[in-house]
């Protein structure tokens, strides 16, 4: 069984540019939200999908977009890159249902410069 | 929006020592989630608990789901140097659009001295 999986670890940007970020989820998770922390702080949920649907979102801008493929992994898109967008963005797979047991992958560190 | 309270903000123990942290919110959560992250990594999930009143053990770390379902405590017994990181406590619950959504706490830096 293969962790959860991220690309690339490390990024750096200009602002206004885009970027994509990926994430292959866990054997068998139907199920990713991805995240971003700010340095010293807690992750903040961004959104989820759910067999390649949207199915919750947090508060961040359109600019923030995503997808989720057939084979459940997933790409974050986002537009318009400013300064504060600087983070490490993390993905999470889990089995949807009633548990909610997410299981996070080492995350991507994303630079604005 | 709904807030996670965790405390305490940061600790700096010895080893061998028992430590308590907990997470409050004036909201109800159907689960809460322990998760440990160290420095450059994703968090890794710790304990989870489903129900109101639920006590459960991981080794060395306890935690418990309150019996108000909005608040719950982890204990770590007999720290050790690996025990330093930091820990967050996450619940979920529904949003307005029926959706499960996972609040997070700011976390609780643990430092443990050897």
């Known amino acids: 069984e293969t962790g959860v999986t991220q690309s690339p670890t490390h990024l750096i940007k200009t602002r206004g540019q885009q970027v994509t970020l990926r994430c292959s989820s866990q054997s068998g998770h139907n199920t990713v939200s991805w995240y971003q922390q700010a340095l010293g702080q807690g992750p903040q949920f961004i959104f989820q999908?759910?067999?390649?649907?949207?199915?919750g979102r947090g508060n961040f801008p359109p600019r923030f977009s995503g997808l989720q493929f057939p084979n459940y992994s997933s790409e974050l898109n986002v537009n318009a890159l400013e300064l504060d967008d600087s983070a490490l963005y993390l993905c999470?797979?889990?089995?949807?249902?009633?548990?909610?047991?997410?299981?996070f992958g080492p995350g991507t560190r994303l630079t604005v410069t | 929006g709904q807030q996670l309270n965790q405390s305490p903000q940061s600790m700096f123990i010895q080893e061998g020592e028992d430590v308590s942290m907990n997470c409050t919110s004036s909201s109800i959560f159907n689960t809460w989630l322990w998760y440990k992250q160290d420095p450059g990594e994703g968090p890794v999930l710790l304990i989870a608990l489903y129900k109101a009143g639920e006590l459960t053990s991981n080794g060395r770390l306890t935690a418990q789901f309150g019996i108000t379902r909005k608040d719950s405590f982890l204990n770590i017994s007999a720290s050790i140097p690996s025990d330093v990181g930091i820990y967050f406590c996450a619940g979920q619950l529904w949003d307005a659009g029926n959706n499960r959504k996972l609040i997070w706490g700011l976390g609780t830096s643990l430092a443990v001295n050897p």
């Open positions: 999908y759910y067999r390649e649907e949207e199915n």
């Open positions: 999470a797979s889990s089995l949807g249902g009633s548990s909610y047991e997410q299981y």
